[in-house]
């Protein structure tokens, strides 16, 4: 009798164990420790993270909101304490191909596979009509959109556009194409000159580790009817280093580039889904959207809403700015300090 029913239970962990895989693989495709049909890699299937469902924000009307400021903060993901974004590194092989860690991803991994399949929308850091122009891609203008049931997979154009989103050109190669001889190629150009043909330049795209910090932008308000003060995040932006090369061919950073931005609530049914990494116990993992819900990073302002439309660092600098930026976030919680205070 007791066989009989070891030998049930095993079987309900065994179809259990398949369907649950299927359903975590139709809501994200992201890693499960179901790696194969019937094994599970660990004492119990972790569904919770993979299946839960978004908590929706709490409704907040413009007459309950007594108080609002606006500020836009950077996670620098060099701190220790925002490490769980940063990794693990994923990793693009010299064929194309895209390995990616076995049990979770980083911030920028969950970001690229939703963006390739279409599931984010992504937003030009500047005017797409002036390139040249004011990087003012937090306001959320300038969608870059493939058509309509198409992804970077299947649409060509949207695709020859997310490469100056998702990398960059890399170096053109000194070697000419050949013809079937040996002997180089050559054309004639339009002035009537001749040329070496040369193979076109390979993508070189941006992977976790090129990733040195997120730019959020976020609203902090007082909510009277239920007497909290409470935070929304808006949008948020992947930066990368910006790299200049000299005749020499040696590269140097120069600054710090957006790559787009996006949109956070919708980002949030994405990063719901995803494990974040917990370095005191593996069997409570939180999710991303969780992290972000929970304040369970360290940010610095970068700027905040004020008459002249001005970057905290066009009026202090090293030490003093972030001084500025931590009087900044003082003053706000002095505003939910001082409703309690009589």
């Known amino acids: 009798m007791r066989s009989l029913i070891y030998s049930f239970l095993a079987v309900v962990a065994l179809f259990g164990a398949t369907g649950a895989n299927a359903q975590i693989e139709e809501i994200n495709g992201g890693p499960v420790n179901v790696p194969t049909e019937g094994i599970i890699d660990g004492v119990f299937i972790q569904e919770h993270i993979p299946t839960k469902r978004m908590i929706p924000y709490e409704f907040v009307r413009e007459a309950d909101a007594i108080w609002s400021r606006r500020v836009f903060e950077y996670i620098d993901l060099r701190e220790k304490i925002n490490h769980q974004m940063y990794y693990p590194l994923d990793e693009i092989t010299n064929q194309g191909v895209w390995v990616r860690n076995a049990s979770r991803w980083s911030l920028w991994t969950v970001i690229r596979q939703h963006v390739l399949n279409g599931d984010l929308r992504v937003f030009s850091p500047y005017n797409p009509f002036n390139k040249f122009g004011e990087w003012d891609g937090y306001q959320l203008k300038y969608p870059v959109d493939p058509e309509p049931g198409l992804n970077f997979y299947t649409d060509s154009a949207y695709r020859e556009e997310m490469v100056y989103f998702l990398g960059y050109l890399g170096p053109q190669s000194d070697i000419p194409l050949t013809d079937q ?3 180089p190629l050559v054309r004639t150009t339009p002035d009537g000159f001749q040329e070496y043909v040369y193979p076109p330049r390979d993508t070189i795209w941006y992977t976790s580790k090129d990733i040195v910090q997120y730019r959020i932008k976020e609203d902090w308000f007082f909510d009277k009817e239920r007497s909290v003060l409470d935070v929304r995040i808006l949008a948020m932006a992947p930066v990368v280093y910006d790299m200049e090369e000299d005749a020499n061919g040696n590269k140097s950073i120069s600054g710090m580039k957006e790559l787009f931005w996006l949109y956070f609530p ?59 930026s931590e009087q900044i976030k003082n003053e706000i919680r002095n505003i939910e300090h001082d409703v309690w205070s009589f």
């Open 266 to 324: 919708h980002c949030r049914f994405v990063f719901n889904n995803y494990f974040v990494y917990n370095d005191k116990n593996d069997a409570q993992w939180m999710s991303f959207d969780d992290l972000f819900w929970k304040r369970r990073f360290n940010s610095v302002i970068y700027k905040e809403s004020n008459t002249y439309d001005r970057k905290i660092e066009s009026y202090r600098a090293g030490v003093d700015a972030l001084y500025e």
């Open 181 to 183: 001889y040996g002997d």
